[in-house]
C-alpha cells in the first residue's frame, strides 16, 4: 500500500496524503531543550548563592563600633573618649576630648605595630612602636568589644595612672607616602615624626603637650611629649 502526500505551494501546511490520514508532525527536542534550561538555572542559582554566602558575610562582618569611656582625671573633672574599634582591619582609634573641649586622636594600628599620635592644634603627627603593655591594653578593648557593652564608666580609686614621656626626634621626619593607609590618612597635611619612649625631658627641657588615654582595663596613661635638640 503506498501514499501521496502533497504540500501547499503557498505556505508551509501541513502535508496532505491520498489517503485522508494527516502527516506526522515534525518532532522537536523538547527534552533537550528542558534539560538544558534546568542546568542553566541550576547553574545561576549555585553562582548566586555563593556570591551570598562568601560576598556579603564579608563585607559585613565585624563592622566598626563605638565605645566610649569616662573617667575622672586626678583633679576630679571627667575624660572623655569615643573609641572606635574596627576589629576587621585591627586598627582602635581614640578621641581624647579635654576639658577644653580639644580633641587629640590617637591610632592604634595593630596590624602594622605603630601608634600615631595627632595633637589638638599641632601641625605634626607623632610615631611610636607599639609595645608590649600597648598590645595588652588594646587587646582588653578589642575583647570587650565583642560584647553588646557600648560605654564604660571607670572609678578613680580604682584606675591605675602613669605617665608616659616621649622624646620627639625633629631629624627624622617621615614621608607620609611610606606609611600604611590609616596613618596616612589621619596625618594627611601633616609633618610626621618618630618619638622614642624615654625616662622624662630633664630640667632643660620642657613638655609641649599631654595626652590622656583610658582603657576598660582601669588603666590610664597620660603620654606626655617633647623635642629633643635638632
Given at each position: 500500500?503506498?501514499?501521496?502526500?502533497?504540500?501547499?505551494?503557498?505556505?508551509?501546511?501541513?502535508?496532505?496524503?491520498?489517503?485522508?490520514?494527516?502527516?506526522?508532525?515534525?518532532?522537536?527536542?523538547?527534552?533537550?531543550?528542558?534539560?538544558?534550561?534546568?542546568?542553566?538555572?541550576?547553574?545561576?542559582?549555585?553562582?548566586?548563592?555563593?556570591?551570598?554566602?562568601?560576598?556579603?558575610?564579608?563585607?559585613?562582618?565585624?563592622?566598626?563600633?563605638?565605645?566610649?569611656?569616662?573617667?575622672?582625671?586626678?583633679?576630679?573633672?571627667?575624660?572623655?573618649?569615643?573609641?572606635?574599634v574596627d576589629q576587621r582591619n585591627d586598627l582602635v582609634t581614640f578621641s581624647v576630648t579635654s576639658p577644653?573641649?580639644?580633641?587629640?586622636?590617637?591610632?592604634?594600628?595593630?596590624?602594622?605595630?605603630?601608634?600615631?599620635?595627632?595633637?589638638?592644634?599641632?601641625?605634626?603627627?607623632?610615631?611610636?612602636?607599639?609595645?608590649?603593655?600597648?598590645?595588652?591594653?588594646?587587646?582588653?578593648?578589642?575583647?570587650?568589644?565583642?560584647?553588646?557593652?557600648?560605654?564604660?564608666?571607670?572609678?578613680?580609686?580604682?584606675?591605675?595612672?602613669?605617665?608616659?614621656?616621649?622624646?620627639?626626634?625633629?631629624?627624622?621626619?617621615?614621608d607620609v607616602s611610606t606609611l600604611d593607609k590609616p596613618v596616612q590618612d589621619l596625618c594627611l597635611g601633616?609633618?610626621?615624626?618618630?618619638?622614642?619612649?624615654?625616662?622624662?625631658?630633664?630640667?632643660?627641657?620642657?613638655?609641649?603637650?599631654?595626652?590622656?588615654?583610658?582603657?576598660?582595663?582601669?588603666?590610664?596613661?597620660?603620654?606626655?611629649?617633647?623635642?629633643?635638640?635638632?
Open positions: 500500500m503506498w501514499r501521496c502526500c502533497k504540500h501547499s505551494e503557498n505556505s508551509l501546511e501541513e502535508a496532505q496524503c491520498t489517503d485522508g490520514g494527516p502527516a506526522a508532525s515534525p518532532q522537536f527536542p523538547h527534552k533537550a531543550f528542558w534539560v538544558s534550561l534546568s542546568a542553566s538555572l541550576l547553574l545561576v542559582i549555585i553562582a548566586l548563592g555563593l556570591t551570598g554566602h562568601l560576598g556579603l558575610p564579608q563585607l559585613h562582618s565585624q563592622p566598626s563600633k563605638i565605645v566610649r569611656i569616662t573617667v575622672p582625671d586626678q583633679t576630679g573633672a571627667l575624660i572623655n573618649q569615643s573609641t572606635v577644653a573641649n580639644h580633641t587629640s586622636t590617637v591610632l592604634f594600628d595593630i596590624k602594622h605595630g605603630l601608634i600615631c599620635y595627632k595633637p589638638v592644634e599641632q601641625e605634626s603627627c607623632f610615631l611610636r612602636k607599639m609595645e608590649k603593655s600597648d598590645y595588652d591594653n588594646v587587646h582588653s578593648l578589642l575583647h570587650q568589644s565583642t560584647h553588646k557593652q557600648n560605654q564604660f564608666q571607670l572609678s578613680g580609686n580604682d584606675t591605675q595612672r602613669q605617665t608616659e614621656f616621649l622624646a620627639v626626634l625633629g631629624a627624622s621626619q617621615v601633616s609633618s610626621v615624626h618618630w618619638t622614642r619612649r624615654a625616662n622624662g625631658p630633664g630640667k632643660q627641657r620642657l613638655v609641649y603637650f599631654c595626652i590622656d588615654i583610658c582603657f576598660p582595663s582601669n588603666i590610664c596613661v597620660s603620654v606626655c611629649f617633647y623635642y629633643l635638640p635638632e
